[in-house]
């Protein structure tokens, strides 16, 4: 299927997000994590070349650092991986790099964190279907993890730059450059919270270094901040 429909568009270049995202979930099932991570992406890049794509854009997580010991942490990084949905991106990452290398196609792999605004799945995610539910939100452990949630707009700046950028082979992580706590990302909601325990392996802090993405498009770094974000976002999208 991806091969025919990489076939039909014969894309320039090509903007891979796809992958369950749920941390949780792939410790459960890390078959499903690994099939449709590493199996997907090996699929979509070989598509990509096979119809003539020069630009490749694969957006991945600063979940590939694991329970950093370095923070903010930096590309460079040796990863400190504790659960296989962040083995599968590591993992996929140096798939996408050896492969765009092999076929000679630009490719540019982006680090995200946590993503808030309209459709951003996993921890916002999560808060926005329980706030329509008229449910708690359920916060693990205390809340008190720290995160760098970035405005899916500001990502999206991100991912036009690297399409436009001539930029090969490179990774750049994606965020603020600060991070906030779970609780006061919760706290925007106004809801009831419950709080439920906190995996043993959730880092403390998720924070990228963001040097190399202010060097090479400093127009992209993401500028939002989500205590002025997220009140117009609850009222207008989730009408609340």
């Keep these: 299927m991806v091969a025919a429909a990489m076939a ?49 854009v694969n957006l991945n997580s600063a979940a590939v650092y694991g329970r950093a010991a370095v923070i903010p ?24 790099i050896k492969a765009s290398r092999m076929f000679g196609i630009g490719r540019v792999s982006l680090r995200l964190t946590n993503l808030y605004g309209a459709y951003a799945s996993a921890l916002f995610g999560l808060f926005v279907s329980q706030m329509r539910a008229r449910k708690p939100l359920t916060v693990t452990g205390d809340g008190s993890q720290r995160r760098d949630f970035t405005y899916v707009g500001d990502a999206v700046h991100v991912i036009k730059a690297a399409l436009e950028s001539d930029l090969e082979f490179e ?16 706290w925007f909601f106004g809801m009831p919270i419950t709080f439920i325990p906190r995996a043993a392996d959730d880092p403390d802090v998720i924070l990228g270094a963001i040097d190399r993405l202010r060097a090479l498009s400093p127009g992209a770094v993401p500028q939002s901040h989500a205590a002025e974000i997220c009140p117009d976002f609850l009222t207008r999208v989730v009408g609340c």
Aim: hydrophobic share 40%; with cysteine; net charge neutral.
């Design 8 to 56: 039909a568009a014969r894309p320039w270049s090509v903007i891979y997000l796809a992958a369950p995202v749920s941390v949780a979930e792939s410790k459960q099932n890390p078959d499903k994590y690994f099939c449709t991570i590493v199996d997907g992406t090996y699929h979509v890049v070989v598509g990509a070349y096979r119809a003539g794509a020069r630009r490749f």
């Design 171 to 186: 990774i750049l992580n994606v965020g603020t450059g600060e991070a906030i706590s779970v609780i006061e990302m919760a």
């Design 73 to 96: 942490t930096p590309e460079t990084y040796s990863s400190n991986l504790t659960n296989p949905y962040g083995v599968a991106k590591c993992v996929v990452e140096q798939l996408a």
